[in-house]
């Protein structure tokens, strides 16, 4: 396993959660490292990336509520959740950009 992705779990609506993900190996420094979630009947979409330099960009849905963050020592990239909304429901993919690796990915499930 490449990434392997957790803190997943079902919380209500305004709830928050963190979720992670692991690298094994030694590809992750140098890799831009992105959040996708895929809700129920729906395609697979960008959630947030951090760049190998720092910058980070979230999709317009999760501004202001979702924080992304690495930690290279660690080889780790998490997402911080907060207020979160039904619509925010779905399993969750990290992803290795350049080195094309998806993690299994997590269920976020929220209630409302």
């Known amino acids: 396993v490449q990434l392997q992705a957790s803190g997943g779990g079902l919380v209500e609506a305004g709830g928050s959660l963190r979720l992670s993900c692991t690298a094994s190996?030694?590809?992750?420094?140098?890799?831009?490292m992105g959040w996708y979630r895929e809700a129920p009947g729906k395609q697979r979409e960008f959630v947030a990336v951090?760049?190998?330099?720092?910058?980070?960009s979230y999709a317009d849905s999760v501004k202001g509520r979702f924080t992304i963050s690495r930690d290279n020592a660690k080889k780790t990239v998490y997402l911080y959740m907060n207020g979160l909304k039904s619509e925010d429901t779905g399993v969750y993919y990290c992803?290795?950009?350049?080195?094309?690796?998806w993690g299994q990915g997590t269920q976020v499930t929220v209630s409302s």
């Open positions: 190996g030694n590809f992750f420094s140098f890799n831009d």
């Open positions: 951090s760049t190998t330099g720092g910058a980070t």
């Open positions: 992803y290795a950009l350049m080195s094309r690796y």
